[in-house]
């Protein structure tokens, strides 16, 4: 059965906002999600910061090519 709620939280270099990011939607009151991160072509420390969250709801998309925030979030459908 899928979650109720997905939590899509796009990023290019955000190494230093998305730790908390990701457990604001952690911490929610609603437990059934899925939280889903899109990597826009980081190239600071956001993978690997990401990578170290140990939560089954998580899943990270890596994307290496830039593009603009609504052909990220389009991505996320592929």
């Not at 109720?4 to 457990?23: Q, S």
């Not at 939607?25 to 990401?50: H, P």
């Amino acid at each position: 059965m899928s979650p109720l709620f997905t939590i899509i939280i796009p990023v290019h270099n955000g190494e230093k906002f998305i730790k908390d990011a990701i457990n604001s939607a952690i911490d929610q009151s609603i437990q059934d999600i899925s939280i889903l991160i899109l990597d826009n072509a980081s190239s600071d420390q956001t993978v690997e910061i990401v990578s170290q969250i140990k939560d089954p709801r998580l899943e990270l998309k890596i994307y290496k090519n830039k593009v603009s925030l609504s052909n990220s979030l389009n991505r996320c459908f592929e």
